[in-house]
């Protein structure tokens, strides 16, 4: 059994894919109020919002516990609606070598995609890590659909 790994789910959004880009590209700074049950806090530590170079943090509920990560802005692709994002520190470290975050936006849809080496064969995939995206996601096309 392999201890690398990839999962990739796509949300049909209502609202628009590229609208939902446009909130983690230029207005990520907003989802802790969009997101106020997920997202706790989310700050800037070098660069600037969304740019490829920047290293930025959050703190968030999964599974009723706080939770804390910080990642290096890896690509950020306005034509492809594209950004990565790679974990450099935090809680998700604690179970895997490496966890990375894609998003991509097309017409009607969002794709997730998390690549990841697990620490052990006995760490769970990470399924209620994209579960807790999912419902992000779900929470920011409902404020988009609001407006």
């Known amino acids: 059994m392999g201890l690398k790994g990839k999962l990739i789910a796509s949300l049909e959004m209502k609202c628009g894919g590229h609208s939902v880009f446009e909130v983690f590209h230029t207005n990520t700074h907003h989802i802790v109020n969009i997101c106020p049950r997920n997202v706790t806090h989310f700050e800037v530590h070098e660069g600037e919002i969304i740019k490829a170079g920047s290293i930025v943090s959050w703190k968030y509920y999964e599974a009723g516990q706080e939770m804390y990560m910080k990642h290096l802005i890896e690509a950020v692709d306005p034509h492809k609606k594209l950004i ?8 998700l470290l604690e179970l895997y070598n490496y966890f990375d975050f894609t998003t991509s936006c097309d017409h009607q849809w969002t794709t997730w995609t998390i690549e990841y080496e697990k620490k052990t064969e006995d760490t769970p995939e990470p399924l209620i890590h994209l579960s807790h995206i999912f419902d992000m996601t779900k929470d920011i096309e409902g404020h988009l659909l609001q407006k």
């Open 84 to 91: 990565k994002w790679k974990v450099i520190e935090g809680d």
